[in-house]
Protein backbone atom coordinates (compact mmCIF):
# COMPACT_ATOMS: atom_id res chain seq x y z
CA UNK A 1 0.00 0.00 0.00
CA UNK A 2 3.22 2.75 0.58
CA UNK A 3 4.49 2.13 -2.81
CA UNK A 4 0.99 2.29 -4.18
CA UNK A 5 0.68 5.58 -2.76
CA UNK A 6 4.45 6.60 -3.24
CA UNK A 7 3.87 5.63 -6.93
CA UNK A 8 0.58 7.97 -7.43
CA UNK A 9 2.25 10.83 -5.67
CA UNK A 10 5.48 10.93 -8.17
CA UNK A 11 2.45 10.09 -10.82
CA UNK A 12 0.56 14.00 -10.11
CA UNK A 13 3.99 16.08 -8.89
CA UNK A 14 5.26 16.46 -12.55
CA UNK A 15 1.62 17.69 -13.17
CA UNK A 16 1.68 20.36 -10.93
CA UNK A 17 5.37 21.91 -12.37
CA UNK A 18 4.44 21.42 -15.85
CA UNK A 19 1.35 23.88 -15.34
CA UNK A 20 3.63 26.20 -13.25
CA UNK A 21 6.14 25.99 -15.96
CA UNK A 22 3.67 26.98 -18.76
CA UNK A 23 2.95 30.33 -16.26
CA UNK A 24 6.78 31.27 -16.41
CA UNK A 25 7.20 31.97 -20.25
CA UNK A 26 4.14 34.34 -20.41
CA UNK A 27 5.40 36.19 -17.77
CA UNK A 28 8.46 36.59 -19.18
CA UNK A 29 7.64 37.22 -22.57
CA UNK A 30 5.55 40.23 -20.82
CA UNK A 31 8.00 41.44 -18.79
CA UNK A 32 10.86 41.25 -22.51
CA UNK A 33 8.12 43.13 -24.49
CA UNK A 34 8.16 46.00 -21.84
CA UNK A 35 12.02 45.94 -21.42
CA UNK A 36 11.87 46.23 -25.25
CA UNK A 37 9.52 49.24 -25.56
CA UNK A 38 11.24 51.17 -22.59
CA UNK A 39 15.06 50.73 -23.70
CA UNK A 40 14.05 51.08 -27.61
CA UNK A 41 14.46 54.65 -27.26
CA UNK A 42 17.58 54.67 -25.58
CA UNK A 43 19.31 52.72 -28.00
CA UNK A 44 18.29 54.76 -30.93
CA UNK A 45 19.55 57.76 -29.32
CA UNK A 46 23.09 55.50 -28.51
CA UNK A 47 23.63 54.24 -31.88
CA UNK A 48 22.76 57.30 -33.79
CA UNK A 49 25.49 59.28 -31.71
CA UNK A 50 27.62 57.28 -33.75
CA UNK A 51 26.22 58.06 -36.98
CA UNK A 52 28.18 60.88 -39.17
CA UNK A 53 27.24 64.51 -38.62
CA UNK A 54 24.27 65.64 -40.66
CA UNK A 55 22.09 62.23 -40.45
CA UNK A 56 19.04 61.31 -39.41
CA UNK A 57 17.98 59.29 -36.36
CA UNK A 58 17.88 55.29 -37.16
CA UNK A 59 18.80 52.20 -35.33
CA UNK A 60 22.09 51.43 -37.20
CA UNK A 61 24.02 54.36 -39.24
CA UNK A 62 23.82 53.69 -42.96
CA UNK A 63 27.36 55.39 -43.38
CA UNK A 64 29.56 53.92 -40.72
CA UNK A 65 30.26 54.66 -37.51
CA UNK A 66 32.00 58.04 -36.12
CA UNK A 67 33.42 59.02 -32.66
CA UNK A 68 33.80 62.45 -34.15
CA UNK A 69 30.07 63.63 -32.26
CA UNK A 70 31.16 62.58 -28.80
CA UNK A 71 34.67 64.66 -29.48
CA UNK A 72 32.65 67.69 -30.71
CA UNK A 73 29.73 67.53 -28.38
CA UNK A 74 32.16 67.36 -25.32
CA UNK A 75 33.93 70.65 -26.18
CA UNK A 76 30.87 72.58 -27.92
CA UNK A 77 29.50 71.39 -24.77
CA UNK A 78 31.96 72.56 -22.10
CA UNK A 79 30.65 69.49 -20.67
CA UNK A 80 33.93 69.33 -18.12
CA UNK A 81 32.65 72.81 -16.50
CA UNK A 82 28.94 71.38 -16.75
CA UNK A 83 29.50 68.40 -15.19
CA UNK A 84 31.37 70.13 -12.13
CA UNK A 85 28.54 72.80 -11.64
CA UNK A 86 25.63 70.16 -12.26
CA UNK A 87 27.45 67.29 -9.76
CA UNK A 88 28.33 70.04 -6.77
CA UNK A 89 25.15 71.10 -6.72
CA UNK A 90 23.17 68.41 -7.08
CA UNK A 91 25.81 66.81 -4.01
CA UNK A 92 25.06 69.76 -2.01
CA UNK A 93 21.09 69.97 -2.60
CA UNK A 94 21.19 65.58 -1.80
CA UNK A 95 23.16 66.89 1.84
CA UNK A 96 20.58 69.20 2.77
CA UNK A 97 17.77 67.03 1.78
CA UNK A 98 19.07 64.35 3.79
CA UNK A 99 19.70 66.29 6.77
CA UNK A 100 16.41 67.76 7.15
CA UNK A 101 14.22 65.29 5.87
CA UNK A 102 16.44 62.32 8.73
CA UNK A 103 15.71 65.62 11.48
CA UNK A 104 12.04 66.07 10.41
CA UNK A 105 10.64 62.40 9.48
CA UNK A 106 12.45 61.38 12.78
CA UNK A 107 10.71 63.94 14.81
CA UNK A 108 7.47 63.11 13.31
CA UNK A 109 7.75 59.60 13.55
CA UNK A 110 8.93 59.48 16.92
CA UNK A 111 8.55 62.76 18.95
CA UNK A 112 5.10 63.52 20.52
CA UNK A 113 3.57 66.88 20.23
CA UNK A 114 0.60 68.87 20.01
CA UNK A 115 -0.33 69.51 16.11
CA UNK A 116 2.35 66.52 14.64
CA UNK A 117 -0.75 65.73 12.32
CA UNK A 118 -1.45 68.76 11.15
CA UNK A 119 2.24 69.77 10.67
CA UNK A 120 2.51 66.32 8.17
CA UNK A 121 -0.88 66.86 6.18
CA UNK A 122 1.21 70.53 5.97
CA UNK A 123 4.25 68.52 4.38
CA UNK A 124 2.66 66.62 2.48
CA UNK A 125 0.57 69.23 0.77
CA UNK A 126 3.62 70.62 -0.54
CA UNK A 127 4.18 67.62 -2.48
CA UNK A 128 1.96 68.82 -4.93
CA UNK A 129 2.55 72.71 -5.15
CA UNK A 130 4.55 72.60 -8.58
CA UNK A 131 7.99 74.87 -8.13
CA UNK A 132 6.61 76.81 -11.03
CA UNK A 133 4.15 78.30 -8.69
CA UNK A 134 6.42 79.64 -6.52
CA UNK A 135 9.84 80.75 -8.75
CA UNK A 136 8.10 84.54 -8.44
CA UNK A 137 8.91 84.57 -4.18
CA UNK A 138 11.75 82.21 -4.33
CA UNK A 139 13.30 84.60 -7.39
CA UNK A 140 12.49 87.90 -4.98
CA UNK A 141 14.05 86.06 -1.48
CA UNK A 142 17.62 84.93 -3.40
CA UNK A 143 17.06 88.85 -4.96
CA UNK A 144 16.85 90.43 -1.31
CA UNK A 145 19.76 87.52 -0.39
CA UNK A 146 22.09 88.90 -3.30
CA UNK A 147 21.87 85.39 -4.02
CA UNK A 148 21.02 85.02 -7.77
CA UNK A 149 24.16 84.01 -9.72
CA UNK A 150 25.18 82.00 -6.98
CA UNK A 151 25.46 78.22 -6.58
CA UNK A 152 23.04 79.22 -3.57
CA UNK A 153 20.44 80.54 -5.98
CA UNK A 154 20.64 76.77 -7.39
CA UNK A 155 21.06 74.75 -4.07
CA UNK A 156 18.38 76.41 -1.21
CA UNK A 157 15.27 76.76 -3.09
CA UNK A 158 15.26 72.70 -3.07
CA UNK A 159 17.36 72.38 0.17
CA UNK A 160 14.37 70.64 1.86
CA UNK A 161 11.53 68.66 0.46
CA UNK A 162 8.44 67.10 1.61
CA UNK A 163 8.53 63.69 -0.23
CA UNK A 164 12.09 62.83 1.63
CA UNK A 165 10.50 63.87 5.10
CA UNK A 166 7.55 61.51 4.63
CA UNK A 167 9.73 58.75 3.08
CA UNK A 168 12.03 58.96 6.10
CA UNK A 169 9.13 58.95 8.11
CA UNK A 170 7.39 56.25 7.21
CA UNK A 171 10.76 53.72 6.90
CA UNK A 172 11.18 55.34 10.43
CA UNK A 173 7.80 53.82 11.74
CA UNK A 174 8.89 50.46 10.48
CA UNK A 175 12.17 50.28 13.35
CA UNK A 176 11.61 48.74 16.61
CA UNK A 177 10.92 51.60 18.95
CA UNK A 178 12.60 48.62 21.96
CA UNK A 179 16.12 49.66 20.07
CA UNK A 180 16.06 53.20 21.28
CA UNK A 181 14.51 52.61 24.18
CA UNK A 182 17.98 50.19 24.67
CA UNK A 183 19.86 53.39 23.33
CA UNK A 184 18.42 55.51 25.97
CA UNK A 185 18.91 53.69 28.89
CA UNK A 186 22.89 53.44 28.42
CA UNK A 187 22.66 57.59 27.95
CA UNK A 188 22.31 58.53 24.49
CA UNK A 189 20.06 61.37 23.41
CA UNK A 190 17.54 61.82 21.04
CA UNK A 191 20.09 63.57 18.51
CA UNK A 192 22.64 59.96 19.29
CA UNK A 193 19.89 57.85 19.02
CA UNK A 194 18.91 59.61 15.28
CA UNK A 195 23.10 59.17 14.01
CA UNK A 196 23.99 56.06 15.50
CA UNK A 197 20.52 53.77 15.65
CA UNK A 198 17.79 55.05 13.36
CA UNK A 199 20.52 56.40 10.11
CA UNK A 200 22.65 52.93 9.66
CA UNK A 201 19.19 50.99 10.02
CA UNK A 202 17.24 53.41 7.12
CA UNK A 203 20.33 53.33 5.18
CA UNK A 204 18.10 51.68 2.12
CA UNK A 205 15.66 54.85 2.46
CA UNK A 206 18.95 57.20 2.44
CA UNK A 207 19.89 55.62 -0.46
CA UNK A 208 16.42 55.69 -1.99
CA UNK A 209 16.38 59.69 -1.66
CA UNK A 210 19.40 60.23 -2.38
CA UNK A 211 19.49 58.35 -5.62
CA UNK A 212 15.87 60.49 -6.22
CA UNK A 213 17.46 63.81 -5.55
CA UNK A 214 20.80 63.71 -7.08
CA UNK A 215 18.84 62.62 -10.37
CA UNK A 216 16.26 65.28 -10.08
CA UNK A 217 19.45 68.25 -9.10
CA UNK A 218 21.27 66.20 -12.46
CA UNK A 219 18.17 66.52 -14.99
CA UNK A 220 16.60 70.27 -13.50
CA UNK A 221 16.76 73.14 -15.72
CA UNK A 222 13.92 75.33 -14.46
CA UNK A 223 16.50 76.91 -11.76
CA UNK A 224 19.77 77.51 -13.64
CA UNK A 225 17.53 78.66 -16.28
CA UNK A 226 15.52 80.92 -13.88
CA UNK A 227 17.98 81.90 -11.12
CA UNK A 228 21.72 82.10 -13.17
CA UNK A 229 23.06 84.27 -16.16
CA UNK A 230 26.60 84.03 -15.70
CA UNK A 231 28.18 81.24 -18.21
CA UNK A 232 30.63 79.77 -15.44
CA UNK A 233 27.84 78.65 -13.33
CA UNK A 234 25.83 76.26 -16.80
CA UNK A 235 24.98 73.08 -15.78
CA UNK A 236 24.67 69.88 -17.94
CA UNK A 237 21.22 70.69 -18.77
CA UNK A 238 22.12 74.10 -20.49
CA UNK A 239 24.73 72.54 -22.08
CA UNK A 240 22.15 70.25 -23.77
CA UNK A 241 20.03 73.02 -24.65
CA UNK A 242 22.39 74.93 -26.95
CA UNK A 243 22.60 71.84 -29.14
CA UNK A 244 18.87 72.67 -29.94
CA UNK A 245 18.92 75.11 -33.19
CA UNK A 246 15.95 76.90 -34.33
CA UNK A 247 15.33 75.83 -38.05
CA UNK A 248 17.69 72.62 -38.07
CA UNK A 249 19.33 69.86 -35.63
CA UNK A 250 22.46 68.18 -35.88
CA UNK A 251 20.70 64.83 -34.69
CA UNK A 252 24.36 62.79 -34.05
CA UNK A 253 25.78 65.56 -32.34
CA UNK A 254 22.50 66.14 -30.26
CA UNK A 255 22.09 62.65 -29.32
CA UNK A 256 26.24 62.02 -28.56
CA UNK A 257 25.20 64.92 -25.38
CA UNK A 258 22.65 63.18 -24.30
CA UNK A 259 24.45 60.08 -24.09
CA UNK A 260 27.35 61.79 -22.44
CA UNK A 261 24.79 63.60 -19.82
CA UNK A 262 22.96 60.31 -19.35
CA UNK A 263 25.72 58.23 -18.47
CA UNK A 264 26.68 59.71 -15.16
CA UNK A 265 23.16 59.24 -13.78
CA UNK A 266 22.59 55.85 -15.58
CA UNK A 267 26.28 54.25 -13.44
CA UNK A 268 24.83 56.03 -10.04
CA UNK A 269 21.76 54.02 -10.45
CA UNK A 270 23.57 50.90 -11.24
CA UNK A 271 25.58 51.03 -8.43
CA UNK A 272 22.56 51.62 -5.82
CA UNK A 273 19.58 49.93 -7.79
CA UNK A 274 20.19 47.50 -5.31
CA UNK A 275 19.33 49.26 -1.82
CA UNK A 276 16.82 51.72 -3.81
CA UNK A 277 14.71 48.69 -4.41
CA UNK A 278 14.86 47.78 -1.02
CA UNK A 279 14.24 50.72 0.26
CA UNK A 280 11.05 51.36 -1.99
CA UNK A 281 10.08 47.64 -1.08
CA UNK A 282 10.29 48.19 2.66
CA UNK A 283 9.06 51.60 3.71
CA UNK A 284 6.13 51.10 5.75
CA UNK A 285 2.72 53.05 5.79
CA UNK A 286 2.35 52.94 9.21
CA UNK A 287 0.19 55.36 10.92
Known sequence: M??????????????????????????????????????????????TSFAPPGATPSVLPK???????????????KFLLAFA??????????????ITSALAGYALARLKFRGRQALLLIVLATLVIPFQLLVIPVFLVLKWGH???????????????????????????????ELEEAAAIDGANRLQILWRVMLPLARPALVTLFLF???????????P???????????????????????????????AAVTIATVPVMLLFLVGQRQFIRGIATTGMKN
Request: zero cysteines.
Open 147 to 177: LINTYWALILPTAANGFGIFLLRQYFLTIPV
Open 225 to 255: LVFTTRPELRTVQLALAEFQEQFTNNWPLMM
Open 85 to 98: NSTLVAIAVTGFQI
Open 63 to 77: NGWSLTNYRDAWHRG
Open 2 to 47: INDESKIQNTKRPERSEGSKSKIPWSLGVLLLGAVIVLLPLVVIFL
Open 213 to 223: TFIGEWNDVFK
